[in-house]
T-cell receptor, first 109, second 115 residues
Framework: GIQVEQSPPDLILQEGANSTLRCNFS?????LQWFHQNPWGQLINLFY???GTKQNGRLSATTVATERYSLLYISSSQTTDSGVYFC???????????FGAGTQVVVTP | GAVVSQHPSRVICKSGTSVKIECRSL??????MFWYRQFPKQSLMLMAT?????????EQGVEKDKFLINHASLTLSTLTVTSAHPEDSSFYIC???????????FGAGSRLTVL
């Protein structure tokens, strides 16, 4: 099956800092989504981005499908950005997402 | 926006009992729903695909007799953990395919603790 690798595994940021999270995948994909899992476990969809660039407030994402990677940018980080960020993809069957291991982000005041 | 509701959010049960978890799409119909399991500090692992009106399809290594899935309507899928044991303790999360939106919507999860 498709392999999904996320880096870094952990990230500690001071409030106001910018950061970049990376997701590499081993095969072409139909779907790529970035999620934020809050401390209570709720997964919040951030972006549906199998290719191209999108922005939503302080967050933006870019997927270069031909090179099989996606980047999530967090600008001017806030403590509420803390949590685990997951990249998930599917390739041969819509909706059967393969998740990466996640990046644990801690934003300190 | 699309909302998926899971119930219960937390459940504690004794070893050997069965537990049912519900996943409902509140404002859209979902012919397909997906069930995931997440152990502490780990990622989500797909367990099965729930298909309305037909049998669920299970991922390799997931026991279909242990994790019974029923998708009886276009808005409800249930996961029953039968004869639960402590090793079944986990966070179970469902997602639904909001057809046409190209986005999978996830429920808030159900935390199962088996004593």
């Amino acid at each position: 099956g498709i392999q999904v690798e996320q880096s870094p595994p952990d990230l500690i940021l001071q409030e106001g800092a910018n950061s970049t999270l990376r997701c590499n995948f081993s095969d072409s994909v139909n779907n790529l989504q970035w999620f934020h899992q809050n401390p209570w476990g709720q997964l919040i969809n951030l972006f549906y981005i199998p290719s191209g660039t999108k922005q939503n407030g302080r967050l933006s994402a870019t997927t270069v499908a031909t090179e099989r990677y996606s980047l999530l940018y967090i600008s001017s980080s806030q403590t509420t950005d803390s949590g685990v960020y997951f990249c998930a993809v599917d390739s041969d069957s819509w909706g059967k997402l393969q998740f990466g291991a996640g990046t644990q982000v801690v934003v300190t005041p | 926006g699309a909302v998926v509701s899971q119930h219960p959010s937390r459940v504690i049960c004794k070893s050997g009992t069965s537990v049912k978890i519900e996943c409902r799409s509140l404002d859209f119909q979902a012919t397909t729903m997906f069930w995931y399991r997440q152990f502490p500090k780990q990622s989500l692992m797909l367990m099965a695909t729930s298909n309305e009106g037909s049998k669920a399809t299970y991922e390799q290594g997931v026991e279909k007799d242990k994790f019974l899935i029923n998708h009886a309507s276009l808005t409800l899928s249930t996961l029953t953990v039968t004869s639960a044991h402590p090793e079944d303790s986990s966070f179970y999360i469902c997602s639904a395919d909001n057809s046409g939106a190209n986005v999978l919507t996830f429920g808030a999860g159900s935390r199962l603790t088996v004593l």
